[in-house]
């Protein structure tokens, strides 16, 4: 059984114990039909089944309501009802896994007003763009708790400011901790979705995320099948690793432009098409798609007409999770905006509702709590099966 064999069967354990159905079904005939390269390399032609009920993912944990990436950001999630909490991965000095967006942190944390660390300001081109900051990767796990989590965009989430200062960077076995200490009180299973930030960059400077990733989640018990845990990353070659070396499942990101990092002259345009995708399905398990690849705005700003993304992963059995749905009008198409203020709230029932039709298997949230109404909405209205 190869291992993404495995994890296919794991999967459809998975959600179950999250309270979601989520079993596995076998792909239509027409489906099968095209999927002759997957069945040859010994993979099944299986696809997400249509009954299945939609994960929530809490995007850096509830980072519509406090500054992401923060245990208080990951409990709220958790109490707003997200399936799965999201940390993002990156190094510090000393080789321990901590939950930043990106490892320059100028932006999520107060480094900059510590005159301690000011020497630490530097430039380095990461994935060959320049950025100038501090990055983690040039301080000691002591040091970064020294530091205090900020709002990331304070001009749009300026509620979010109240709680600025008050946080730590956690680690990941902190986040792991948290979800099961968490799961255990409320009595329900609470999910891990792990994004390694810049794995080939980290690569580089000697500071490799994916073994101490593996490390981690096998001392929580969790790098076994049927747990409830997905690795995803924007490049290729780390998931082909991880292939390698886990059977958890693996999520292929597919940004909106641009391409992996790790394979210059492939774009994630090429990646999105039914042959890019057949090529995910040798490695991966699932797409994690910019959500206007599931559904592309019109010139006139409304949400338009499905694209075959979602019909030509699920004929490969790939699961469909797009990014990011956000409540405020600067994220929303403009058809669905209310008032001209970009802080304010516009429809995002109506943006959730269009893509649960368009038959995702789940979604990450700024907002796990408007996330979690709308599913319920879309599920209570959908005729049964």
Same mark, same amino acid.
């Given at each position: 059984?190869?291992?993404?064999?495995?994890?296919?069967?794991?999967?459809?354990?998975?959600?179950?114990?999250?309270?979601?159905?989520?079993?596995?079904?076998?792909?239509?005939?027409?489906?099968?039909?095209?999927?002759?390269?997957?069945?040859?390399?010994?993979? =099944?032609?299986?696809?997400?089944?249509?009954?299945?009920?939609?994960? /929530? /993912? $809490?995007?850096?944990?509830?980072?519509? &309501?406090?500054?992401?990436?923060? #245990?208080? !950001?990951?409990?709220?999630?958790?109490?707003?009802?997200?399936?799965?909490?999201?940390?993002?991965?990156?190094? *510090?000095?000393?080789?321990?896994? /901590?939950? +930043?967006?990106?490892?320059?942190?100028?932006?999520?944390?107060? /480094? !900059?007003?510590?005159?301690?660390?000011?020497?630490? +300001?530097?430039?380095?081109?990461?994935?060959?763009?320049?950025?100038?900051?501090?990055?983690?990767?040039?301080?000691?796990?002591?040091?970064?708790?020294?530091?205090?989590?900020?709002?990331?965009?304070?001009?749009?989430?300026?509620?979010?400011?109240?709680?600025?200062?008050?946080?730590?960077?956690?680690?990941?076995?902190?986040?792991?901790?948290?979800?099961?200490?968490?799961?255990?009180?409320?009595?329900?299973?609470?999910?891990?979705?792990?994004?390694?930030?810049?794995?080939?960059?980290?690569?580089?400077?000697?500071?490799?995320?994916?073994?101490?990733?593996?490390?981690?989640?096998?001392?929580?018990? #969790?790098?076994?099948?049927?747990? =409830?845990?997905?690795?995803?990353?924007?490049?290729?070659?780390? #998931?082909?690793?991880?292939?390698?070396?886990?059977?958890?499942?693996?999520?292929?990101?597919?940004?909106?432009?641009?391409?992996?990092?790790?394979? =210059?002259?492939?774009?994630?345009?090429?990646?999105?098409?039914?042959? $890019?995708?057949?090529?995910?399905? *040798?490695?991966?398990? $699932?797409?994690?798609?910019?959500?206007?690849?599931?559904?592309?705005?019109?010139?006139?700003?409304?949400?338009?007409?499905?694209?075959? #993304?979602?019909?030509?992963?699920?004929?490969?059995?790939?699961?469909?999770?797009? &990014?990011?749905?956000?409540? @405020?009008?600067?994220?929303?198409?403009?058809?669905? +905006?209310?008032?001209?203020?970009?802080?304010?709230?516009?429809?995002?029932? @109506?943006?959730?509702?269009?893509? %649960?039709?368009?038959?995702?298997?789940?979604? %990450?949230?700024?907002?796990?709590?408007?996330?979690?109404?709308?599913?319920?909405?879309?599920?209570?209205?959908?005729?049964?099966?």
């Amino acid at each position: 059984m190869s291992h993404r064999t495995s994890r296919l069967l794991a999967r459809s354990a998975v959600l179950p114990a999250l309270a979601l159905v989520a079993a596995l079904v076998a792909a239509p005939a027409g489906a099968a039909a095209g999927n002759d390269g997957d069945r040859k390399s010994g993979r =099944p032609a299986v696809a997400p089944a249509t009954a299945t009920v939609p994960i /929530v /993912v $809490g995007h850096r944990g509830a980072s519509g &309501y406090r500054p992401e990436h923060t #245990l208080e !950001s990951y409990r709220l999630a958790i109490a707003l009802g997200a399936d799965y909490i999201e940390p993002d991965l990156v190094s *510090t000095r000393d080789g321990v896994l /901590v939950a +930043r967006h990106e490892n320059e942190i100028s932006g999520t944390t107060d /480094v !900059s007003s510590r005159p301690e660390f000011a020497d630490r +300001r530097t430039t380095k081109t990461i994935d060959g763009v320049a950025f100038t900051g501090w990055f983690t990767e040039d301080f000691d796990l002591a040091e970064l708790k020294e530091l205090r989590a900020v709002e990331r965009i304070p001009q749009l989430r300026q509620e979010n400011t109240l709680y600025d200062g008050r946080y730590e960077i956690p680690t990941l076995e902190e986040v792991l901790a948290l979800a099961k200490a968490e799961g255990k009180r409320l009595h329900r299973t609470v999910g891990i979705y792990i994004e390694t930030k810049h794995p080939s960059y980290f690569d580089g400077i000697g500071l490799s995320l994916e073994e101490p990733l593996l490390e981690a989640l096998r001392r929580a018990g #969790l790098d076994r099948p049927n747990a =409830p845990v997905f690795l995803q990353s924007f490049e290729t070659a780390n #998931l082909r690793e991880l292939d390698r070396k886990t059977r958890l499942p693996l999520v292929q990101l597919l940004g909106g432009s641009g391409g992996p990092a790790d394979r =210059p002259g492939t774009s994630y345009d090429a990646l999105s098409t039914a042959a $890019g995708l057949r090529e995910i399905a *040798t490695y991966a398990d $699932g797409v994690g798609p910019d959500k206007n690849r599931v559904i592309p705005r019109t010139a006139a700003g409304a949400l338009g007409v499905p694209t075959a #993304l979602v019909a030509d992963a699920h004929a490969l059995g790939l699961l469909v999770h797009p &990014y990011t749905f956000r409540n @405020e009008n600067a994220f929303l198409p403009p058809a669905l +905006r209310r008032g001209t203020d970009p802080a304010a709230y516009g429809d995002a029932f @109506e943006e959730y509702a269009a893509f %649960f039709a368009a038959g995702v298997d789940g979604l %990450f949230s700024d907002n796990p709590d408007t996330a979690v109404a709308a599913r319920e909405a879309f599920v209570t209205a959908r005729p049964a099966a």
